[in-house]
């Protein structure tokens, strides 16, 4: 792999809650529309015409342009009936009097360029196109690397870009990516998956796969929340994290506390995990781990058995009386150990398994 390009910081993307019915379209674009007010993006379609055995989108040479490029993928709005929106996910008003929704480049490979269907340029970060300027609610795109030569480089190429409302009524999307000459990104592909299972109550680990080197500056990488019950950052203290020497793993390790059982957590990176060659803040994503675990496993080995309950007995001291030590042997979560969570390990117990 020629280094001098540093590969894609790919994004684990939380599955679309709307599900639409996209009209029969042959083109690889994205759709974006609307959910209470914030712009979001339709990858369904991205990567349908790529070929995995070549690279994603690989890029072909034209001797005419002296240049590497690839048409598509472009953008679609949900405004035309034709593409089967529901009425609640379309943009609502006038575009350009209401809403402008710009397309805003964040990072970008080197040599690397996008033409508009109207032959704008956009070769620099923090370039934009306004898209609410379009005739018609689709364009096309043409992605072109400046490199000479043949065959093709062996290096991937990538943007990252997010959408912009500039008047204001819509949200920002969150940044996304697109990467040319290279196999499937492999976050969005094998690791991690969007929705994990963090199977131990203690020393359960999560993993993140960057294509790009990342580093921790000035503190905690994510935020840990458990959306059912808490609104702000309640888990991350559980965790320690680590990145591995090339800067392209960060681990997270549970070195402490109890996460609650049966229940999503939203893990998302925070402005302090950076580009490390570039010291820009890392693209952000969120990722979703399952937690489930037995109850009463207190040493995080998937059994409960006597060391589990010595642990529970040192913690027993009884209702209402409030322990902050002895998470994992309050069960029932009300802050307190007595004979409702003693019941609750006993019902758990397995012996020794491991």
């Given at each position: 792999?020629n280094?001098r ?6 994004l ?10 996209l009209a029969?379209?042959?083109l690889d674009?994205?759709f974006?529309y609307?959910v209470?007010n ?7 379609r991205i990567y349908v ?5 070549e690279g994603y ?7 005419i342009?002296?240049r590497?490029?690839v048409?598509?993928?472009g ?10 929106f ?5 943009l609502?008003g006038?575009?350009?009097t209401?809403y402008?929704?710009?397309?805003e480049?964040l990072?970008?490979?080197p040599?690397?360029?996008i033409q508009?269907n109207?032959?704008?340029w956009?070769e620099t970060?923090g ?17 072109c690397a400046?490199v ?5 480089p ?16 819509y949200?920002?999307?969150p940044?996304?990516?697109?990467v040319f ?5 492999t976050?969005e ?9 963090l199977t131990?109550?203690?020393a359960?680990?999560i993993?993140?796969?960057f294509h790009?080197p990342i580093?921790i500056?000035d503190?905690p990488p ?7 019950t ?9 965790f320690?994290y680590s990145?591995s ?9 549970q070195t ?8 999503w ?10 580009d490390?060659v ?8 969120t990722h ?14 998937q059994?409960?058995d006597?060391a589990d ?6 913690c027993?001291?009884?209702?209402e009386?409030?322990?902050?030590a002895c ?6 979560g009300d802050t ?16 020794a398994l491991n």
């Amino acid at each position: 792999m020629n280094t001098r390009i540093p590969a894609l910081l790919t994004l684990a993307l939380v599955a679309l809650a709307a599900q639409s019915v996209l009209a029969d379209c042959p083109l690889d674009h994205y759709f974006f529309y609307q959910v209470d007010n914030r712009l979001t993006i339709d990858k369904r379609r991205i990567y349908v015409h790529g070929d995995p055995a070549e690279g994603y989108y690989p890029l072909s040479w034209s001797g005419i342009y002296g240049r590497w490029s690839v048409g598509e993928p472009g953008f679609s709005d949900t405004t035309d009936a034709a593409y089967g929106f529901p009425t609640e996910l379309q943009l609502v008003g006038e575009p350009g009097t209401d809403y402008e929704i710009n397309f805003e480049i964040l990072d970008l490979s080197p040599d690397f360029k996008i033409q508009m269907n109207d032959g704008t340029w956009l070769e620099t970060i923090g370039d934009r196109y306004n898209l609410s300027a379009w005739a018609e609610h689709h364009v096309h795109m043409k992605y072109c690397a400046y490199v000479s030569g043949s065959p093709a480089p062996d290096y991937p190429f990538y943007v990252t870009y997010r959408l912009v409302d500039d008047f204001g009524m819509y949200a920002a999307t969150p940044p996304f990516s697109l990467v040319f000459n290279m196999p499937t990104p492999t976050v969005e592909a094998t690791e991690p998956e969007y929705r994990g299972v963090l199977t131990s109550l203690t020393a359960g680990e999560i993993t993140f796969t960057f294509h790009r080197p990342i580093a921790i500056v000035d503190g905690p990488p994510v935020t840990i929340t458990d959306e059912a019950t808490h609104t702000a950052d309640y888990y991350a203290g559980h965790f320690d994290y680590s990145i591995s020497p090339d800067g392209l793993t960060l681990t997270l390790t549970q070195t402490g506390g109890t996460l609650p059982n049966e229940t999503w957590l939203a893990i998302a990176l925070t402005e302090h995990t950076r580009d490390a060659v570039t010291d820009c803040a890392a693209v952000a994503f969120t990722h979703y781990v399952y937690t489930a675990y037995l109850a009463g496993d207190c040493d995080g080995d998937q059994d409960v058995d006597a060391a589990d309950f010595a642990s529970f007995e040192d913690c027993m001291l009884g209702p209402e009386i409030t322990t902050t030590a002895c998470d994992c042997a309050d069960i029932d979560g009300d802050t307190d150990v007595d004979l409702v969570d003693f019941v609750a390990i006993q019902r758990s117990f397995t012996g020794a398994l491991n």
